[in-house]
Each structure stands twice: as structure tokens, then as C-alpha cells.
């Protein structure tokens, strides 16, 4: 039995912002959120969340999650006083407590599951997750014997010299005995540079504490400044590009790329550098993305190329080209065999099979057939000030250069439409439409004017 709860009452002075530390975002997500998910492989009983500095805020930002419990910590007078709240919360309790400071995003589940499982099999009143940093500044060293059962925790500021050059700390990751934990958390003490009840002071009442090495030390990086907050980023993201590399994807200067957690990507694909993939992205196996695209929330099938582009809650079919230098702003699908070219604005359109608007044009609310050629500088005309409205054009149509379909307006299949007409109504199929003044010639002009 395993109840976990979460150390997020602080105010975070060293992030210097009004935001508490822990609902700072990383990589779209919210510090405490993290925590709270590595937590998953557990199936926790509990999962108390201890607030206070903008408690209710906190609360309101984790309302879409099931099961979380909130204690309040009024006045923050250190990590031993935040958990000295749960004792009369969880008197009855005769499971582990699982204790996890709300500022450490980057655990793994696999880790937590791991220390879990070695505190119940080795019969620990207390079992510690600790790292050794190549610079372990600011973190609380743990003091061992060789058999990795602990004897006291002594935080930076409180180290002399010697006891700083010890680089085995404290990732702020407990777990307890709950019974024996409660019976000595009332003895704490405010014996230290901070004036602050410490958690780790209850190492030296407990019997036996026993501290676990993480594998990868990048796991227990706490945030305390926003310099931390950035670091902690760029270790998400090399964890998530390394995933994917593992899984046949190549990247090219994958420093320079990044990759939200929620997208998906196949083998074989291809990603170019200064190219980020956001959201719920899926990308078929084959494809071909960047230099310097951003796809976010969209559907790419396989063998598609995107060239400096911006693709949107789109869908692109197979064997498309989009770019260099196009947007699919929303709501565009795109079919396959398809070439949309240098800008080229589409929202909320459908494109069918081999259809091309390969320069200059703005297709919204319109609804093109197969083998359609957009000419060069063809402008679907949605707006009429008020609202929206549709275009419709038929398979096989070719627009002409500097054309503009006034819509709502619906050209039938296989029209041709003459460059720089202004087409205002429904076209037949088969037609061709010119829509234009004829051109004039008056012969000599220049001389007839100046006279
Ligand atoms: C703590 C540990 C240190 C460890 C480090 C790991 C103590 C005394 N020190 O130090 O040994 O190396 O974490 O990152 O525990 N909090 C409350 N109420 C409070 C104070 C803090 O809920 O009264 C919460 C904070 O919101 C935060 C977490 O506890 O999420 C840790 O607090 P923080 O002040 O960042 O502790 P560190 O100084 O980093
Ligand atoms: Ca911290």
C-alpha cells in the first residue's frame, strides 16, 4: 500500500515570479503535473498534493486530474513542517508514504516504481532516492556507509568545506514507513542556517534509511531559477529526440530541432534542423520535414515533404510537397500527390487527389476536386465583410493567373477560368469563363495627349 504526497506549498523566491514555482510550464506541461504523472505506475491509494503559497490556484490548475487530495500548509516553514500536516490527515494510514517535492519534473516512472519496490523488500523505515553530480551545489548531501544506509542529510548551506565535497545528494524522493514517520516527525528541529523544519533532519531518528542511486542523475534535476527551468527543457527534449532516433527516425542536427511528448513519428522519416513538431502530430513513415518547418497538431501521411513551413490542425496526404514557404493556417486537408507551393495561405479547405496551387494564392472555406491547377496569384474571396462563404471547384478546373473566385461561387468540373478574371458567378462544367475587360488599344496616344 503506497499513498505519495507532493511538496508544492512553497513560493519558489528564486524563480522571481508570481506564478508558485511548480504550475511554471515545461515543455507545455506544469511542473507539479509532471510530478504528479511519474507517479503513475504506483496506483497510488492517495495522492495528496500539500499546497499553500496560491493554494487555490494550484488546485484550480490540476482540477482535470482524478483523485488528488489537497492539505494545506498555511505558513511554509520548511519540507519536515509541510509533511507534519498529514499526521492528523492520515492517522489510520499503515501504508507507505511516498514524498516527492513538487519542483523535480523529470523523473522517470520506471524510478519511483523502482525505489518503491526496494523499500518494501528490504523492510527500510525510510528509502531515498540520491545521484552523484558532477556539481551538486545547492542539493542536500547524503553521508552513507558502505552499505548505502544513511546516517545524515546536511544541506549546502548548512556543509563545511569538507562535508560540500561530497557529491551524493538528496533528490528530495522518499519513501516512508508512514507509522514510523509520523512517531518522529514532531521532534524536528529549526536547527539550521534557514530556521526551517527539515524533512531530511529525520533521517538520523529513523531506522534503517537507506539511499537508492538513480541510473541517469538528469532525473532528480529540481527547479529552483529559471536558468534550471530551461536546463530541465533541453534534458526533456534530448530524452524525447533520443526516443525517437532509437525508433528509426532521422534527424539532422537534432540540437537544433524540438519535439512535443504528444507526437507521434514512424520510421524512416526525416527531420531537418530548425524544424519543431507540436501537439498531437502524427508523421508517416517517409516523410520528409524541414529545414525550418513548425507542424503542429497535424496529420502528415507517409512520403509528404514539407520545405520552411507551417502546418497547422492540417492534414496532408501522401506524396504531397508543401513549401518552401507555406501555411496551412487550420483546418486544410490536403490529398495526396498534391504540390502546394511558395506562398500559398489554405484554411478550412479540402483539397482532392494531384491537385496543385503551386505559388501565390489564398484558398479558405473552399472545396477543390482532383487534378485542379490553381494558378499563380488565384484568391478565393471568402469575406464579404459580415461572413464567410464557400468556394467550390470541380475536378480537373484550371484557374489562370490573378484570379479571384468571389465566392459563395461554384465552378463546375473542368472549367478554365481566363488569368485575371474576377469570377462572380456559378460556371458550368467544361466552360471557359473570362471575366474582364477586353483590352483597349488606342494608337498614339502619347503623341494625341500632349497635343
Ligand atoms: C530540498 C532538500 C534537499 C534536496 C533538494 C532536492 C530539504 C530540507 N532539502 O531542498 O536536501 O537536495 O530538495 O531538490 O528538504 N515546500 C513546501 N513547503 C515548505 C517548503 C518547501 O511545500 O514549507 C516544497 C516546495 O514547494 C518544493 C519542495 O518542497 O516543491 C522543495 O522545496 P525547496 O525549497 O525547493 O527545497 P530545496 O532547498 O531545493
Ligand atoms: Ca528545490
Redesign the pocket.
Known sequence: MVAVAI????R?TRMKSDLP??LHSLAGRSLVERVIDSCQLLEPDKKIV?I?YQGVKIQQELSHLDGLEFVT?TE???????VQQLIPYLQDYQGDLLVL????PLLRKITLHQLVKTHQQSGNAATLLTAHLPNPQ???RVFCDRNNLVSQ?I?DRDCTPAQKQNRR????IYCFKWQKLAQVLPQLSTNNDQK?Y???EVVGYLDQVMAVDVADHLE?T?I?DRQQLSTAYNILQTRIKDYWMKAGVMMIQPETITIDETVQLEPDVIIEPQTHIRGHTLIATGSHIGPGSLIDNSKIASNVTVLYSVVNNSEVAENTTVGPYAHLRGAAKVGANCRIGNFVEIKKSSLGDNTNAAHLSYLGDATLGDRVNIGAGTITANYDGIRKHQTIIGSGTKTGSNSVMVAPLTLGENVTVAAGSVVTKDVPPDALVIARARQKEIPDWQQNSKQ
Open positions: 511538496l508544492a506549498a512553497g519558489g514555482k511548480v500539500i499553500g500548509q511554509q516553514l520548511g519540507t519536515g513542517h509541510a517535492n513538487g519542483d523535480a545547492g542539493y542536500g542529510i544541506e545528494v538528496n533528490a528530495g526551517e527539515y524533512l531530511t532528480i529540481g529552483n
